[in-house]
């Protein structure tokens, strides 16, 4: 969910449970990490960092420039169709005309300026959204300005985040390496929707924050909060609907591929979202349906 209050100077971000230092840190390091709690970010690997400023400065003048310079810091990176289509208007919009004169080059800026938006926020981490297993009701919250959930989503677009290893806990995808190469049209349309919030927010004057929430409620503790007798109501209602033998009332479905959003059919419509177990879902790697193309601006989660 984001946090529509505009700060000049956002505060910086913060997490409702602190997070204390942990033995496994660098003491030499401003940004310490420490695995499995906080978020593996480009700049941890000091030589790869390097390997990436150098590749990216001067900012490419072209794909195949972009391309070349990705390689040289990620192997599995190929063939930017997925990009040319979304920048040729291939997935719907205009043509980016000055992609690689403007868009591109705030973009990495953006992205190799992520130390010092950090200092500027105050931050020396960034806390990992963790599953919550506990048996009770939780609540977590991580908020960040969006000025460094854009230089994160920039780190994304430019796939300078090392892959996920073996043993860590799943996390959703953080790089945009199956879009950039995807020329499908509504994969270079989901592409093209990126790179126009980059041309929207150039120059990073971004106010405000994103809060991400995580949270796991139990209905039983929740009823019984409300109403002393309502554990005993709630058990009675399963038991009702386990055991009912009434067929369901009729309904009637929009036809296929009309969204909620229509004005035409869509309209006083339930919507059902059988959603990914991940924030945002597939958006990054190949998902197209609600939970995919409603998590749009959230990536940075």
């Known amino acids: 969910m984001a946090d529509g209050s505009a700060h000049r100077n956002p505060p910086p971000p913060r997490m409702s449970n602190d997070m204390s230092s942990s033995s496994s840190c660098s003491s030499s390091s401003s940004f310490p990490y420490v695995p499995g709690e906080t978020l593996f970010l480009p700049f941890h690997d000091e030589s790869l960092w390097e390997q990436i400023r150098n590749a990216l400065l001067p900012p490419p003048k072209n794909l195949d420039e972009l391309t070349s310079a990705m390689q040289s810091y990620d192997s599995s990176i190929f063939q930017l169709r997925g990009l040319q289509g979304a920048i040729s208007g291939a997935g719907g919009g205009p043509e980016c005309k000055d992609f690689f004169s403007v868009t591109l080059p705030d ?9 010092e938006i950090m200092k500027a926020c105050n931050l020396d981490r960034i806390p990992l959204l963790k599953e919550i297993k506990t048996s009770t009701s939780s609540f977590r919250k991580v908020v960040l300005p969006r000025v460094l959930v854009r230089s994160l989503m920039a780190n994304m677009f430019l796939c300078t985040f090392k892959h996920q290893q073996v043993g860590e806990e799943p996390m959703p995808t953080c790089t945009f390496q199956v879009l950039l190469k995807n020329a499908s049209a509504q994969e270079c349309a989901k592409l093209r929707m990126f790179v126009h919030y980059f041309e929207r927010t150039r120059g990073g004057d971004v106010p405000g924050c994103v809060a991400l929430i995580r949270q796991k409620t139990y209905l039983d503790e929740m009823y019984v909060s409300d109403c002393p007798w309502s554990s005993e109501w709630l058990t009675l209602c399963r038991r009702i609907l386990e055991n009912s033998k009434q067929p369901l009332l009729a309904i009637s479905v929009a036809p296929d591929g009309v969204g909620f959003e ?13 959603a990914n177990m991940y924030i945002g879902g597939g958006v990054l790697t190949g998902g197209c349906v609600q939970v995919q193309t409603s998590h749009g601006s959230l990536d940075a989660g």
């Open 262 to 274: 229509d004005d035409a059919c869509g309209r006083d419509c339930l919507h059902a979202d059988f």
């Open 107 to 115: 973009i990495i800026h953006a992205a190799l300026n992520l130390q």
